[in-house]
Structures are given as C-alpha cells and as structure tokens.
C-alpha cells in the first residue's frame, strides 16, 4: 500500500520545524521548550492559551503539518481525519484534575476536566481546520514509534477518508518518566488525491515495513529527514 506525505510539522527538544525549516528533531527525554501562542499562531488566540500542554503540542504539529502542505487556511469543510499515538496521552491532565477533586472546600476544575481524554486536541484541530474525517488516538509504546503512520496508510487504501493527518503526541508523567517528549505529525493523502506535489511517497509492506525512496523508516527522526532529503520533486515542480 501506498500514500503520499504531503507536509510534516513537529515539536521536540530541538525545537519548532516543519518541512525544511527548523532542526531535525530531538525525540528523547530532554525537556521541552516553551511554547508561546505567537510560536503557532501570529492573531491572539484564547482558545490555544486554555489548553493543556498536552493538547497545546499536539496541536501545535499538527498546524505546522497543515501549513507545511499549504492547506492551513480553508474555507469548506474537509474530508480529512485524525489519528495520533500516545503512550501516557493525557495523564498528567487527568492527575492535576483529580488533585482539584480531592482538595477540600474547592470545586473541582471544570478547565482541566475539559482536557482529560487523549483526543481532546483532535477536536480542537477538527475545528479550527474544518476537517470531518474520523479522529482516534491509538496506544504506543516506545518499541513500536510508527504505528500511526502505518494506520493512517491502511485508512487510507480502506477510504476511510481522502486524507489523515496522522502523527504521535506524548509528554512524560510522574508515572511515564520515560516517554519521550514531543509531537510529530504528518498529511497524507492517496496517490493524486491532493492536486500539488507531494514530499514523498511512502508504502507499507505486507510485513508491516515502512519504506521511502527504498529506506526502511524505523523512527520519527528517520521520517523527517527522509521528507527532507529524497528525490520527490521539488515544489512547484511537476512529478
């Protein structure tokens, strides 16, 4: 099976970057930067500064993905769904919530209460960019880095929708200490059906294997820099 990836953004250690710009990522258990709404989005935005960190790094990547493929602004509804992998999703979350349910003579934070599932900044993004395909979080551990990407193909060739955004968002926890830090996610489509030239194509094997340009892709970090540097036309190019 085959997609297209057409822009891939990220938050990690080393950074912001999407596409070309910004460094290659640093997935490891190094801490993150601060992350200001105006890193994201120029206009103020009350919205984004309510989120979690959690939510706020997720959707972070998946904007820079979006503005990498160019199809950031939008002005119909599109068919285009979600899927990210987790491994602790939105522990750290659910833990600061439940310490506002147990402390004595104060209600329970409804704030926090609003960000205690895992694929709350799926919906954030599906509203924001207008996208109406399905949206899930599957479980990740750190042996297994790509199984969204090899989800989102198999959506794909099954027409679950024309296009996924699809990518891994996670933040380590008092109870995760090692999980790695960072979101990573990227806009695939099936083969010409986005009309602009893509980054790479990438298949899946029978045996599960991810390849591009005739590499194995193991790792998150593999996966940005083969968007970098193969030999998919450049943009504006015809393929």
């Keep these: ?64 993905a979006l503005r990498d493929a160019e199809m950031e602004a939008w002005e119909q509804k599109r068919d285009i769904g979600l899927i990210a992998a987790t491994r602790s999703g939105s522990l750290s979350a659910d833990r600061e919530y439940f310490q506002t349910v147990l402390a004595p003579d104060e209600p329970a934070s409804p704030q926090l209460f609003a960000y205690t599932l895992s694929t709350c900044f799926l919906g954030e993004a599906s509203i924001r960019f207008g996208l109406t395909g399905p949206a899930a979080t599957i479980a990740s551990p750190e042996s297994d880095p790509l199984p969204w990407l090899s989800q989102a193909i198999e959506m794909l060739a099954d027409g679950e929708a024309a296009a996924m955004l699809a990518g891994w968002c996670d933040l380590p926890d008092h109870f995760s200490p090692y999980t790695a830090a960072g979101a990573l996610f990227c806009l695939l489509a099936r083969p010409g059906a986005i009309p602009a030239p893509p980054r790479v194509r990438v298949q899946l094997g029978l045996n599960g294997t991810i390849t591009i340009a005739n590499q194995t892709i193991t790792t998150r970090e593999q996966l940005v820099r083969a968007c970098r540097h193969t030999i998919a036309p450049a943009r504006g190019e015809q393929p």
């Design 1 to 64: 099976m085959y997609a297209d990836i057409y822009g891939i953004g990220w938050l990690s250690a080393a950074g912001l970057g999407w596409g070309e710009r910004g460094k290659i990522p640093d997935f490891s258990q190094l801490e993150l930067p601060a992350l200001r709404r105006k890193d994201i989005f120029h206009e103020p935005d009350l919205r984004f500064g309510r989120l979690d960190l959690f939510s706020k790094i997720g959707l972070s990547a998946i904007t820079l």
